[in-house]
């Protein structure tokens, strides 16, 4: 079997037929344990190519193939469904307010692994330990949790599936610079522990420089650079590239504590 | 000090009887801009929130120090001396401010009326035209007829801007002015902020959770934690060379701080609640450079070499450039 | 105005009803407090209704002293026109009533429920179906429908507890009630299914079924339990509405409706046989109105 768990050829997305793409052109592989930056305002479309790559909107044209299989006609309970997962902006709006930490995960790994109440339990504790969060706090319910807890909820949930690509749209936008920073740290973490790959889609090149190898840059619905990250950030091709590296708050100051 | 347009001393504030502010001061001289840089919860919102008399409405009060305004101690004001100051020396533009805008009155009706209300004087027309140019919005004309709704969010945060400057205030106050926004919008917004500076002689309070956002507008910068002031000083050197722990956590959990893939500073634990602080210095359950006396003796603001303070007790492997004690 | 009162988000529209709620705005403030008292004043009503007919030394229908005696201690609520006990009728008349409100609020929001969250969840033109359905039920006017499936019930007898006519009128009462569930229900559980964690449902697989029981459901039960509050109310008023049209409970069993009615003739010489039951009738208002507001006050407040 190959290691190329995600593959985009010539993929262009619609939200309505016959309206104006959103995304078109859209060239994209994802293989095991690679991180991979798409970068762009909103508007850009990066938020559309996370939806193709995760099989919540069909491409109009071209394809995307997981493990080799389009997404279209995947049935429900098909295996291949757990390949890849998504984690969520919105720490607020990306989990049932009913559900504890707990509940949430518990739920996937009794979905996937047909587990008993209990073992679903221990099973999400474990994986609730693995993204940090341990104690009491998983017995609450989002709105007891900080918005750096939820969205290790959301990881956790993603992970209980056992996913080999991530794929995380803005996963940090939300959050204060210094709980950013652990969520980050986590991804490096199960990146390193799991060999999980990373689609990172992100206005904020400083977090996309920090996190992967690879990436693509997105304007009004197209890519206009892609390459290697350090690259990329280094010698520039495109105008909007040099752009966005302008943009960077607070240029990196070197400074060690 | 006469020079400072604004000067908070020794603020504290409780809210139904719990303290969530103590011992707050800084100081903004006129043409100054400064930095108010804090997590959630580090009481750099509230202190917004008492510099514009807007406690009243979350049910705080002020019961120590005064915040001292061109001359006028608001503190010692009533609700409608303040208010006046507030609207048209002050101006606001509040956090999640994207959605503030009426949606069902176009911004130049909105824009006209804070005109009208705040600038008495003023040709309307002509100045909500100027103050949408100011904040250079393409088109202003445009602009003006249009709902918010078709305002993309950069936009919308330029017509509060200029919603705020509509009464030509000498202080503009921001609280995370940039937050929602992506980095593009956010550099032009900050761009914005110095224009108007170098245009009108106008001072800046900007309130913000990551220091890179400060860095390239304001002179001083103000950390906040556990709703007391932990550190301020000249820009650069606080940049460079941070006096306190926290700071230079806030620091070292920038992405851009570090070389990719090398692990991010984090501050363990989470933020300091009101009602919860510990006896010592505040920060000491998340410190890793907390010693006995943490534990025991609140740091207080000193004044260091190059016209910075901390309060911080020391800790030991600081940065060679840190300033020490004086 | 100053800049500063841009800050607010302007409040969402008022609840409106052509039936006038009061709103209890220490409901918003102490919601907790509001509903303890509501379900406090309730309980009263409800034990009453049980108690009362049970202990008391008349029954609702027979003649128990001269017509139109003012309140005594024989008769705290006096006699009416035919010198029948206003107090026993009045919450003989409240089990009655109470009944057929259950039964009216609990089927009407099931139905109106499954078929919301159903739709909601269906393609495009399932979901226009069904709404274009409930369109057409809520603007049909509700009267007519009710006094026709009245009469087509109107052979059905005593049933249980249901005094002759009841169980009609809870059958045309529920026919057309359970359209308003399903608008409410569907505009909240397309919003819910606009948010991440149903997206994120659907990205793990989980099936339909378990969507809706698991993940839409327990977030639509606040805002549907509020509504059937509110609505417990609206429908102890059309339920007293529905002799004027010949539907409803059939006399000599008593009904909250009824019994003002009788009053309204002799308004102005026995005061008591309208005001009496109007009393009971405002506190079960009271009472269910600091329930919803209570409720509604934890949905607005909650929502982040």
């Given at each position: 079997?190959?290691?190329?768990?995600?593959?985009?050829?010539?993929?262009?997305?619609?939200?309505?037929?016959?309206?104006?793409?959103?995304?078109?052109?859209?060239?994209?592989?994802?293989?095991?344990?690679?991180?991979?930056g798409i970068v762009g305002e909103s508007g850009s479309g990066k938020t559309t190519v996370g939806r193709g790559l995760v099989g919540s909107l069909?491409?109009?044209?071209?394809?995307?193939?997981?493990?080799?299989?389009?997404?279209?006609?995947?049935?429900?309970?098909?295996?291949?469904?757990?390949?890849?997962?998504?984690?969520?902006?919105?720490?607020?709006?990306?989990?049932?307010?009913?559900?504890?930490?707990?509940?949430?995960?518990?739920?996937?790994?009794?979905?996937?692994?047909?587990?008993?109440?209990?073992?679903?339990?221990?099973?999400?504790?474990?994986?609730?330990?693995?993204?940090?969060?341990?104690?009491?706090?998983?017995?609450?319910?989002?709105?007891?949790?900080?918005?750096?807890?939820?969205?290790?909820?959301?990881?956790?949930?993603?992970?209980?599936?056992?996913?080999?690509?991530?794929?995380?749209?803005?996963?940090?936008?939300?959050?204060?610079?210094?709980?950013?920073?652990?969520?980050?740290?986590?991804?490096?973490?199960?990146?390193?522990?799991?060999?999980?790959?990373?689609?990172?889609?992100?206005?904020?090149?400083?977090?996309?420089?920090?996190?992967?190898?690879?990436?693509?840059?997105?304007?009004?619905?197209?890519?206009?650079?892609?390459?290697?990250?350090?690259?990329?950030?280094?010698?520039?091709?495109?105008?909007?590239?040099?752009?966005?590296?302008?943009?960077?708050?607070?240029?990196?100051?070197?400074?060690?504590? | 000090?006469?020079?400072?347009?604004?000067?908070?001393?020794?603020?504290?504030?409780?809210?139904?009887?719990?303290?969530?502010?103590?011992?707050?001061?800084?100081?903004?001289?006129?043409?100054?801009?400064?930095?108010?840089?804090?997590?959630?919860?580090?009481?750099?919102?509230?202190?917004?929130?008492?510099?514009?008399?807007?406690?009243?409405?979350?049910?705080?009060?002020?019961?120590?120090?005064?915040?001292?305004?061109?001359?006028?101690?608001?503190?010692?004001?009533?609700?409608?001396?303040?208010?006046?100051?507030?609207?048209?020396?002050?101006?606001?533009?509040?956090?999640?401010?994207?959605?503030?805008?009426?949606?069902?009155?176009?911004?130049?009706?909105?824009?006209?009326?804070?005109?009208?209300?705040?600038?008495?004087?003023?040709?309307?027309?002509?100045?909500?035209?100027?103050?949408?140019?100011?904040?250079?919005?393409?088109?202003?004309?445009?602009?003006?007829?249009?709902?918010?709704?078709?305002?993309?969010?950069?936009?919308?945060?330029?017509?509060?801007?200029?919603?705020?400057?509509?009464?030509?205030?000498?202080?503009?106050?921001?609280?995370?002015?940039?937050?929602?926004?992506?980095?593009?919008?956010?550099?032009?917004?900050?761009?914005?902020?110095?224009?108007?500076?170098?245009?009108?002689?106008?001072?800046?309070?900007?309130?913000?959770?990551?220091?890179?956002?400060?860095?390239?507008?304001?002179?001083?910068?103000?950390?906040?934690?556990?709703?007391?002031?932990?550190?301020?000083?000249?820009?650069?050197?606080?940049?460079?060379?941070?006096?306190?722990?926290?700071?230079?956590?806030?620091?070292?959990?920038?992405?851009?701080?570090?070389?990719?893939?090398?692990?991010?500073?984090?501050?363990?634990?989470?933020?300091?609640?009101?009602?919860?602080?510990?006896?010592?210095?505040?920060?000491?359950?998340?410190?890793?450079?907390?010693?006995?006396?943490?534990?025991?003796?609140?740091?207080?603001?000193?004044?260091?070499?190059?016209?910075?303070?901390?309060?911080?007790?020391?800790?030991?492997?600081?940065?060679?450039?840190?300033?020490?004690?004086? | 105005?100053?800049?500063?009162?841009?800050?607010?988000?302007?409040?969402?529209?008022?609840?409106?009803?052509?039936?006038?709620?009061?709103?209890?705005?220490?409901?918003?403030?102490?919601?907790?407090?509001?509903?303890?008292?509501?379900?406090?004043?309730?309980?009263?009503?409800?034990?009453?209704?049980?108690?009362?007919?049970?202990?008391?030394?008349?029954?609702?229908?027979?003649?128990?002293?001269?017509?139109?005696?003012?309140?005594?201690?024989?008769?705290?609520?006096?006699?009416?026109?035919?010198?029948?006990?206003?107090?026993?009728?009045?919450?003989?008349?409240?089990?009655?009533?109470?009944?057929?409100?259950?039964?009216?609020?609990?089927?009407?929001?099931?139905?109106?429920?499954?078929?919301?969250?159903?739709?909601?969840?269906?393609?495009?033109?399932?979901?226009?179906?069904?709404?274009?359905?409930?369109?057409?039920?809520?603007?049909?006017?509700?009267?007519?429908?009710?006094?026709?499936?009245?009469?087509?019930?109107?052979?059905?007898?005593?049933?249980?507890?249901?005094?002759?006519?009841?169980?009609?009128?809870?059958?045309?009462?529920?026919?057309?009630?359970?359209?308003?569930?399903?608008?409410?229900?569907?505009?909240?559980?397309?919003?819910?299914?606009?948010?991440?964690?149903?997206?994120?449902?659907?990205?793990?697989?989980?099936?339909?079924?378990?969507?809706?029981?698991?993940?839409?459901?327990?977030?639509?039960?606040?805002?549907?339990?509020?509504?059937?509050?509110?609505?417990?109310?609206?429908?102890?008023?059309?339920?007293?509405?529905?002799?004027?049209?010949?539907?409803?409970?059939?006399?000599?069993?008593?009904?909250?409706?009824?019994?003002?009615?009788?009053?309204?003739?002799?308004?102005?010489?026995?005061?008591?046989?309208?005001?009496?039951?109007?009393?009971?009738?405002?506190?079960?208002?009271?009472?269910?109105?600091?329930?919803?507001?209570?409720?509604?006050?934890?949905?607005?407040?909650?929502?982040?």
């Amino acid at each position: 079997m190959s290691d190329l768990l995600l593959e985009v050829t010539d993929a262009e997305f619609r939200y309505a037929k016959g309206s104006a793409p959103a995304a078109t052109g859209i060239n994209l592989e994802v293989r095991a344990g690679e991180a991979v930056g798409i970068v762009g305002e909103s508007g850009s479309g990066k938020t559309t190519v996370g939806r193709g790559l995760v099989g919540s909107l069909h491409p109009s044209a071209g394809a995307v193939l997981v493990q080799g299989r389009p997404w279209k006609g995947m049935r429900r309970r098909d295996p291949v469904r757990r390949v890849v997962q998504m984690v969520f902006q919105d720490p607020y709006a990306s989990l049932n307010p009913m559900l504890s930490a707990q509940a949430t995960v518990a739920e996937v790994v009794r979905v996937w692994d047909g587990a008993k109440a209990d073992v679903a339990t221990v099973r999400a504790e474990e994986i609730l330990a693995e993204v940090g969060l341990s104690g009491e706090v998983i017995r609450r319910r989002p709105a007891g949790l900080s918005g750096g807890q939820r969205q290790r909820v959301g990881i956790a949930r993603a992970l209980a599936c056992g996913p080999q690509v991530l794929v995380a749209d803005e996963p940090t936008s939300a959050l204060d610079v210094s709980v950013q920073a652990n969520v980050l740290n986590l991804m490096l973490d199960l990146r390193a522990r799991r060999g999980l790959a990373i689609v990172l889609i992100s206005h904020d090149l400083a977090v996309v420089d920090y996190l992967t190898d690879r990436a693509l840059v997105m304007l009004n619905g197209k890519v206009v650079e892609q390459g290697d990250t350090r690259t990329l950030l280094q010698h520039p091709s495109h105008e909007y590239t040099k752009t966005l590296i302008g943009s960077i708050p607070g240029k990196p100051l070197a400074f060690s504590p | 000090m006469t020079t400072d347009l604004l000067s908070i001393d020794g603020l504290g504030v409780e809210i139904a009887g719990l303290p969530v502010l103590s011992d707050v001061s800084l100081a903004l001289p006129s043409h100054g801009v400064l930095g108010l840089v804090g997590e959630t919860g580090s009481g750099k919102s509230l202190t917004c929130r008492a510099l514009m008399g807007l406690l009243p409405r979350i049910g705080g009060r002020v019961v120590a120090g005064s915040i001292n305004f061109a001359g006028n101690t608001l503190t010692e004001m009533d609700e409608r001396g303040w208010s006046r100051v507030r609207g048209g020396q002050i101006g606001f533009v509040p956090q999640a401010s994207l959605n503030a805008l009426d949606p069902v009155m176009t911004v130049g009706s909105q824009l006209r009326e804070s005109v009208k209300h705040l600038d008495p004087g003023a040709e309307v027309n002509a100045r909500s035209t100027e103050l949408l140019e100011l904040v250079r919005l393409p088109d202003p004309q445009g602009v003006l007829r249009r709902y918010p709704h078709e305002l993309s969010g950069g936009m919308r945060q330029r017509v509060m801007i200029a919603l705020a400057l509509a009464g030509r205030p000498r202080l503009l106050v921001a609280d995370e002015p940039t937050t929602a926004l992506d980095v593009t919008v956010q550099k032009a917004i900050l761009e914005v902020f110095a224009d108007l500076r170098a245009a009108s002689g106008m001072s800046l309070l900007l309130v913000t959770h990551d220091l890179g956002v400060v860095a390239d507008v304001a002179d001083t910068i103000v950390v906040m934690y556990g709703g007391t002031v932990v550190e301020v000083g000249n820009t650069t050197q606080v940049m460079s060379a941070p006096a306190h722990p926290y700071t230079a956590a806030l620091l070292g959990a920038r992405p851009a701080s570090r070389a990719p893939g090398e692990r991010l500073v984090t501050i363990p634990g989470v933020p300091a609640v009101p009602g919860q602080w510990p006896t010592g210095c505040r920060f000491v359950p998340r410190c890793t450079h907390a010693q006995d006396v943490c534990r025991i003796e609140q740091p207080v603001l000193l004044p260091l070499t190059g016209d910075r303070s901390s309060a911080c007790h020391g800790w030991p492997g600081q940065s060679e450039e840190a300033p020490t004690h004086v | 105005m100053t800049t500063a009162s841009l800050t607010q988000t302007p409040a969402p529209a008022p609840r409106k009803h052509w039936l006038r709620l009061p709103h209890w705005r220490f409901a918003q403030r102490r919601p907790r407090g509001a509903l303890a008292l509501g379900l406090a004043l309730l309980a009263l009503i409800v034990l009453a209704t049980i108690f009362v007919p049970m202990f008391s030394p008349y029954t609702a229908t027979e003649i128990a002293g001269k017509p139109l005696m003012p309140p005594s201690l024989a008769h705290l609520f006096g006699t009416d026109t035919a010198g029948r006990d206003v107090f026993v009728r009045t919450w003989v008349g409240g089990r009655n009533d109470l009944l057929m409100v259950v039964l009216v609020v609990v089927a009407s929001s099931a139905i109106g429920t499954l078929v919301g969250v159903v739709a909601s969840m269906s393609s495009q033109l399932t979901d226009s179906i069904l709404m274009r359905l409930t369109d057409a039920l809520i603007s049909f006017p509700g009267m007519i429908i009710v006094m026709a499936i009245a009469l087509v019930f109107s052979g059905v007898g005593e049933v249980g507890p249901f005094p002759r006519g009841a169980l009609p009128a809870v059958i045309a009462i529920v026919a057309i009630n359970w359209a308003s569930y399903t608008r409410l229900v569907r505009g909240e559980a397309l919003s819910l299914r606009s948010r991440d964690f149903i997206t994120a449902a659907t990205l793990l697989g989980y099936s339909k079924t378990r969507i809706i029981v698991r993940h839409l459901l327990p977030n639509l039960a606040t805002t549907v339990v509020a509504y059937m509050v509110v609505d417990a109310i609206v429908a102890v008023v059309t339920i007293a509405g529905m002799p004027f049209i010949g539907a409803g409970i059939q006399p000599p069993a008593p009904e909250w409706g009824s019994l003002m009615l009788a009053g309204s003739t002799v308004l102005y010489s026995a005061w008591w046989v309208t005001v009496m039951p109007g009393l009971v009738v405002t506190v079960y208002g009271i009472a269910l109105s600091l329930i919803a507001d209570s409720l509604l006050a934890e949905v607005d407040g909650g929502a982040r």
